[in-house]
């Protein structure tokens, strides 16, 4: 396990929100920080998948204390956000709602205490939840194809999504910072 440097691990909550750049997730090709994981225009070979996967999940590691696959553990500084919000969103409740609603964080933030992962504990968690939940909105506005309710949702499938608005949009589409 590689030791946190605590100003890089400041340095991404200085930044803002992780967007969704579709309802699948958030970028799996670039960080919030700028740091580019892997070239979106590189054909997804089974080979340069784990490769770009491998290079998130070291950063991610290293940014947030994620476990070895990237994601939340019962200490890491970040949460499962991106999945409860898509829990939340594609629940029957509010498989239809087009604006964010007291409802929808309250749900969120239920979610996220259920699971009880990562330090969600922090200040401004509430208007993470907000923005964050918006840039889900923000994808079904522009009718974005949305997983099931339950669905599982694998790397690939995130990266093949991206890959393709990407090369749609010729260019990132997370525009970080902005939101
Ligand atoms: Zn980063």
């Known amino acids: 396990m590689q030791r946190k440097d605590s100003s890089f691990v400041d340095l991404h909550f200085a ?6 750049v579709s309802p699948f997730g958030p970028s799996v090709y670039r960080c919030k920080c700028g740091f580019v994981f892997g070239d979106p225009f590189k054909t997804l070979t089974p080979s340069y998948t784990l490769v770009l996967k491998d290079r998130r999940n070291t950063h991610f590691r290293k940014a947030f204390g994620a476990d070895y696959n990237g994601y939340p553990t019962a200490t890491s500084a970040h949460y499962p956000l991106h999945r409860a919000i898509q829990r939340v969103m594609t629940s029957p409740k509010f498989a239809k709602a087009q604006t964010l609603s007291e409802d929808i964080v309250q749900a969120v933030a239920k979610y996220l205490k259920k699971k009880s992962k990562g330090n969600f504990y922090l200040p401004g968690l509430r208007g993470t939840i907000e923005r964050v939940a918006q840039s889900y909105l923000d994808c079904r506005h ?19 999504i991206e890959q393709g608005l990407i090369k749609a949009n010729n260019g990132w589409v997370d525009a970080w910072g902005t939101k």
């Not at 930044?15 to 969704?20: E, N």
């Not at 009718?143 to 499938?157: A, C, S």
Request: glycine share 0%.
């Open 15 to 20: 930044f803002s929100v992780l967007r969704f």
């Open 142 to 160: 522009a009718k974005m194809k949305e997983p099931e309710h339950n669905e599982p949702i694998d790397f690939l499938k995130k990266a093949l």
